[in-house]
């Protein structure tokens, strides 16, 4: 390795092959791997002859190691973090540690590789030009619709995360925060045998995956339109929500706000105020 420092480290989503050659030369050459889970990890090390020793760095324990591995850097190390698929630190660990590692003055690289992000992005069908990623949406059924109802009138592609337990249900309430025709694509086990990528409605995902159980094992990314914008909808949405600021705020205020959050001009949201 020319240079100490901690290598931030891409790895397979699925297909080995994806491997980079340079990926592979670092983690040969690193003088400690820092994984998410070591004996996943093994499997990809053993597959391309790497015996460079690991460590565990997880969500539970990051806070704790992270200084011993930035020191042993500061020391002369270079050191490789990897999750256990695609690029460390999207929806996994690794934050805290490269974040000490940046206060602490100490070099930080990128090895890019593979991420289900992008991949889900370049097969799923939909506007690429703008996206927005939001990982894994709350496990709780409250929490995830609130969530996805504060997303409704993102005009972004919206990128999401999804675990087969949960897939079901998630689709079902995307269907009721964002309209059951909104385009969606769900991308299943990407670059794995039973990849599978299909493009259609939420309502026909949702119908999909009642109909066949096997399209709800393994690991998703979910991929949804953004809202098309429609001015009379947009203003007739600000409307109704300047009525209800103006239980709280003058009517000069309701109006800015509910045109900022809409998207229209103010002028016309405060024209519909009520004598």
Known sequence: MSQTGLYVVATPIG????????????????????????RHSRLLLEHYSISTPMQALHEHNEAEVAQGIIERIAG????????????????????RLVSAARNAGVGVYTVPGPSAVTAALSVAGLPTDR???????????????????????????LVFFESSHRVEASIADMAEAFGPGRLAALC????????????????????????????????????????????????????????????????????????????????????????
């Open 188 to 275: 299943r086990e990407l670059t794995k045998k039973f990849e599978t990528v299909v493009k259609a409605s939420l309502t026909d995902i949702r119908g999909l995956l009642a109909a066949d159980a096997n399209q709800k094992r393994g690991e998703f990314v979910v991929v949804v339109a953004g809202r098309v914008r429609d001015e009379e909808e947009d203003l007739a949405q600000a409307q109704r929500l300047f009525t209800e600021l103006r239980q709280y705020l003058p009517a000069s205020q309701a109006a800015r706000v509910a045109a900022k959050i809409n998207a229209v001009p103010r002028r016309k949201v405060y024209a519909m105020q009520q004598p």
């Open 131 to 157: 996206f927005v990623f939001e990982g894994f949406l709350p496990a709780r059924a409250e929490a995830r619709k609130k969530k996805l109802l504060s997303l409704a009138g993102e005009t972004r592609t």
């Open 76 to 95: 002369g190390a270079a050191i490789a973090l990897i999750s256990d698929a695609g690029t460390p630190l999207i929806s996994d660990p690794g934050y």
């Open 15 to 38: 297909n080995l092959e994806d491997m980079t050659f340079r990926g592979v030369r670092v983690l040969k050459e690193a003088e400690l791997v820092v994984a998410e889970d070591t």
